[in-house]
């Protein structure tokens, strides 16, 4: 809550991905999208889910929801067996790559964008503002590394790939 709360920009931000997610998550355990297509497709929700799986159950009792992401929960569970039956080992060297990330940020390794934000005038080869404020924030969302796919994937922008933030 402390680096997303609520009724901020970078709040909005992480609520619009858990509720994507969740809604995803929600189509697949209906039964109104195809378990495999899904799973083939798209691991990105299960770095998603082990990103936020240990804050699930205070916001539950905070929110008084019970059902707070047990979509999320319950496609992540199918998912681990599913991956399991058809590249053995695919979770523990996902999880491994996640904490390898993690630990590549330590907070004294955290670049100061903010004040290069307002201060560094854009030039060519170099970040523009709008792109540093985005990575600002992936950092803030982050504080620990990527999220688990930012690195070698195809993210929806890819922080990584800048280097100051690099997890490999």
């Not at 997303?4 to 970078?10: D, Q």
């Amino acid at each position: 809550m402390r680096i997303a709360a609520p009724g901020t920009e970078s709040g909005a931000f992480f609520m619009m991905v858990l509720s994507y997610w969740e809604q995803a998550c929600a189509l697949l355990n209906y039964g109104l999208l195809h378990e495999g297509l899904f799973f083939e497709t798209s691991g990105e929700f299960f770095g998603v889910w082990e990103r936020v799986k240990p804050i699930v159950p205070q916001a539950r009792e905070r929110f008084v929801n019970k059902q707070f992401l047990a979509h999320m929960e319950k496609a992540a569970q199918r998912y681990e067996a599913w991956i399991e039956t058809r590249s053995p080992g695919h979770i523990a060297a996902m999880r491994q790559f996640m904490n390898r990330c993690a630990l590549s940020l330590q907070p004294q390794q955290k670049p100061d964008l903010g004040s290069r934000v307002k201060s560094e005038p854009a030039t060519p080869g170099t970040p523009s503002v709008l792109l540093r404020r985005r990575l600002a924030l992936f950092v803030a969302l982050f504080p620990r590394g990527c999220p688990g796919t930012a690195c070698k994937g195809s993210p929806p922008f890819a922080v990584c790939r800048l280097g100051p933030i690099a997890c490999a």
